[in-house]
C-alpha cells in the first residue's frame, strides 16, 4: 500500500472538514486508482485555499514523481483516467513553485499533454464559464463536500488553462488571462466554505 505524504495525514488538521476528508482518503491512498487522485487533487487545492501553499505543492510533487507522464496502456494507448487528475496536480505545482527550475518536468508534461482533447474547444469556454458561474453563485445550498469538491475542480481546471496558455499554446492562451483571474476569486470562496461547520 502507498505511504501519503505527512501533509495529508489527519492527525492535527485543525478544519474539521478537511480532518475528516484526509481521515477518508488515507484509508484509499493510491496513484492506480483516478477517484483516489482525484481526491489528493483536491484536497492540493483544499490546502492551498486555506493559506498553506506549501502543503499544496508537497502533495502536488508527491503525485508528479508518481506519475510523471501520461501511463501507458496497450497499443500506444495512454491511461487519461489517472491523467486527468495528475496532470491537475502538476499545474499546481507549477504555478505555486516560485523557482520554476524545480518543476521543469512538470511544465514539460504539461505542454506534452494537458488532457484535454484539441478537436474541441468550445469544451474550453465551457470551463471558463462553469467557473465564472461559481465565482458568483451563493454557496451553502448543496452539501458542503459538493461544493468544496466543484470548487476544488473548476479552480485546478483554471489552473491548467493559467499555466498552459500562459506558456504559449495556441488551444489555451486565449483562456489564460480569465482563468488567472478567476483563481483568485474561487479560491477565498473555496476557504470560506472549507471553514464552514456544516
Known amino acids: 500500500m502507498a505511504v501519503p505524504p505527512t501533509v495529508a495525514l489527519p492527525d492535527d488538521e485543525p478544519v474539521t472538514f ?5 481521515s477518508s482518503l488515507v484509508k484509499k491512498w493510491t496513484y492506480t486508482k483516478a477517484d483516489s487522485i482525484w481526491s489528493m487533487a483536491d484536497l492540493a487545492c483544499f490546502l492551498w485555499a486555506l493559506s498553506r501553499p506549501q502543503d499544496a505543492v508537497v502533495l502536488s510533487r508527491t503525485v508528479a514523481i508518481e506519475i510523471p507522464s501520461p501511463p501507458p496502456l496497450k497499443r500506444g494507448r495512454f491511461n487519461f483516467s489517472l491523467w486527468s487528475p495528475a496532470v491537475r496536480l502538476h499545474s499546481v505545482l507549477v504555478h505555486l513553485t516560485n523557482d520554476k ?4 518536468n512538470s511544465r514539460t508534461a504539461l ?17 471558463v464559464d462553469k467557473a465564472r458561474s461559481l ?3 451563493q454557496l ?4 458542503q463536500k459538493w ?6 475542480r473548476s479552480i485546478t481546471c483554471m489552473v491548467l488553462f493559467c499555466e498552459v496558455g500562459t506558456a504559449g499554446d495556441s488551444l489555451f492562451n486565449p483562456y489564460a488571462d480569465d482563468a488567472g483571474k478567476l483563481i483568485t476569486q474561487l479560491l477565498p470562496k473555496l476557504g470560506n466554505r472549507l471553514m464552514d461547520k456544516k
Open 18 to 22: 478537511v480532518r475528516k476528508f484526509k
Open 101 to 104: 527550475d524545480r518543476v521543469e
Open 111 to 127: 505542454l506534452n499533454e494537458p488532457g484535454y482533447a484539441r478537436d474541441n474547444p468550445e469544451h474550453l469556454q465551457e470551463q
Open 135 to 137: 465565482s458568483i453563485a
Open 140 to 143: 451553502g445550498i448543496e452539501s
Open 147 to 152: 461544493e468544496c469538491i466543484e470548487l476544488s
